[in-house]
């Protein structure tokens, strides 16, 4: 296929390369002049979709996203898809859609998981809204560059599911990290901890999967000083989407509300940017209760 790349950071490089690898001919452009390994490199974002049968973008946020369409939908030819990665505010998403179907394009929104290994390594996830048609037609670049596509229902659904699932993420490793700071104060071993709450009710991904406790469960950042992994201003940034998009829609969402704020406060106050988001444990065990 015919495939214009647009957004070469630290995950669109990976993946266009993946696509390259895959027997594509992929054309990128990035606005810092960033490229891929077998990538073709375009001027601009425009003449890399010029009679490209799908453009993916890969971009930091919603306003760029808009730009960006605004730009390349009128350079794109009929019947082509412009197919979102990036992770935007489900407004956006939407506004972007429609425009590119009433210039008689497929539109698809489908933000990723698995973060910059899974783009490497071609086994994100994409949570993907749009039309039947543009789906199917994207669907064999799913498969190189993921593991697995869902198909959420219609434009911007992708983007809901993404924030979603990252306000539940992010709820329950704050919870998971103010238990283990309040066993170590009870005197409770992690390891015993773990040992319980890994194999009873309060088990979950933070726990089980991404433990926030260097030395105990499945390796994960904790191990390595709290390298990311998934960096807390990446998690600031889509708690920040969700309650944006709770705030549109009218929802009621005291724990993600909260956990914005902690999560703000740990990347613009206390030395957290940069940090995984897991960090959240060294620093409830810095703190007292005032
Ligand atoms: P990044 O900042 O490394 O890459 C974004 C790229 O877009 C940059 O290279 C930038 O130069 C380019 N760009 C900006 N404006 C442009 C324009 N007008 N035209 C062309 N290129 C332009 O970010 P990233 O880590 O690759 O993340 C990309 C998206 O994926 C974000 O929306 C992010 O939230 C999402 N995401 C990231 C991760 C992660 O672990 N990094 C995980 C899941 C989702």
Known sequence: MKIAFIGLGNMGAPMAANLAKAGHEVTGFDVAG???EGVG??????????????????????AILRSVAAEVIPAMSPGAVLLDCSTVDVESARAVAQQAEEAGLGALDAPVS???????????????????????????????????????????????????????LGVTMIATCEAFALADKLGLSREAMFDVV??????????????????????????????????????????????????AADADTPMGHRALELYRSF????????????????????????
């Open 114 to 168: 698995g973060g910059i290994g899974g783009a490497a390594g071609g086994t994100l996830t994409f949570m993907v809204g749009g039309s039947e048609e543009a789906f199917a037609k994207a669907k064999p670049l799913f498969d190189v560059m993921g593991q697995k596509a869902v198909h959420c229902g219609p434009s911007g659904n992708g983007q809901a599911a993404k924030i979603c699932n990252n306000m539940i």
């Open 198 to 247: 890994s194999t009873s009710s309060g088990y979950s991904w933070s726990m089980n999967a991404y433990c926030p406790a260097p030395g105990v469960g499945p390796q994960s950042p904790a191990d390595n000083g709290y390298q990311p992994g998934f960096a807390a201003e990446l998690m600031l940034k889509d708690l920040g989407l969700s309650q944006q998009a709770a705030a």
């Open 34 to 36: 960033a490229s891929a």
């Open 267 to 290: 990347v613009e106050d206390e030395g957290g940017k940069g940090r995984d988001f897991s960090a959240m444990l060294p620093r409830f065990e810095e703190r007292g209760r005032s």
């Open 41 to 62: 490199t375009a001027a601009s974002g425009p003449e890399a979709a010029t009679g490209a049968e799908v453009v993916i973008t890969m971009l930091p946020n919603g």
